[in-house]
């Protein structure tokens, strides 16, 4: 059973060189899904913008805010860039916290992939949000080349600094090995999912974001 869940999971990420729009009919689930639970929540809710470590989380709510999970499994930086102006304009969250680019890490850096993150980041900032860019959880070697993910890790540093929007940095540090790769414990066989553990440090550390730019910008999220 394990091995079955692994091997699923492991389809949701890696893409293989005949998958072609593979994952476009799943996209288009998630994005009525996304419709549904905006049009439930209204505007003002947090967003988690990302792949399938993202559709993996399952809270509704974090720190008493609403939560619309806009996790896209299999979705590199361009699949999200292609959806963000819809996304954005269904969502209208008060922050959105973009969580993308293992995939893009994986099957190597795709050319443009920087100015796709920055259209992210500008659709979002167009409707109001406040935008987080996290950096990527750690891997694990079945991942692939450690320096295709410093790289996109690199990327995703230079556009928060270009566009000028919170970079969180330093979530991963204590699931993170010296070597760079993760360590034992925090993701499940594949080397790429975060178990149960490594979310909820991620949850931990969205809730702390969340309330410090809350109280910062004087500003209520959708309850």
């Known amino acids: 059973m394990r091995f079955i869940l692994s091997a699923v999971l492991l389809l949701l990420v890696v893409r293989p060189a ?11 689930s998630r994005m009525m899904t996304v419709a549904v639970n905006a049009w439930t929540v209204g505007p003002g809710a947090i967003v988690l913008l990302g792949d399938s470590n993202t559709e993996m989380m399952r809270p509704t709510a974090i ?25 954005a304009d269904l969502t209208r969250p008060a ?8 995939n893009d890490a994986m099957d190597g850096v795709q050319q443009g992939a920087v100015d796709s993150l920055a259209g992210i980041v500008d659709a979002f900032q167009k409707r109001g ?13 079945k991942a692939g080349d450690l320096a295709n993910f410093r790289r996109i890790n690199d990327l995703i540093t230079n556009v928060a600094k270009s566009k000028g929007v919170e970079l969180e940095s330093d979530w ?9 790769y993760a360590k034992q414990g925090w993701l499940i066989g594949d080397d790429i999912h975060l178990t149960p553990n490594g979310q909820a440090a991620r949850v931990a550390r969205i809730a702390a974001l969340d309330s410090s ?3 910062q910008r004087n500003v209520s999220c959708a309850k």
């Open 129 to 141: 949000a406040t935008v987080v860019l996290w950096r990527l959880p750690p891997s694990g070697p």
């Open 172 to 180: 991963a540090g204590p699931i993170t090995g010296s070597d760079g």
């Open 213 to 215: 730019i809350l109280r």
């Open 18 to 28: 005949w998958a072609g729009n593979y994952y476009e009919p799943h996209f288009e």
């Open 63 to 87: 720190g008493g805010c609403q939560i619309i999970n806009a996790g896209f499994g299999g979705a590199r930086i361009a699949d999200i860039a292609r959806r963000a102006d819809g996304l």
């Open 95 to 102: 922050i959105v916290h973009i969580m993308i680019g293992t």
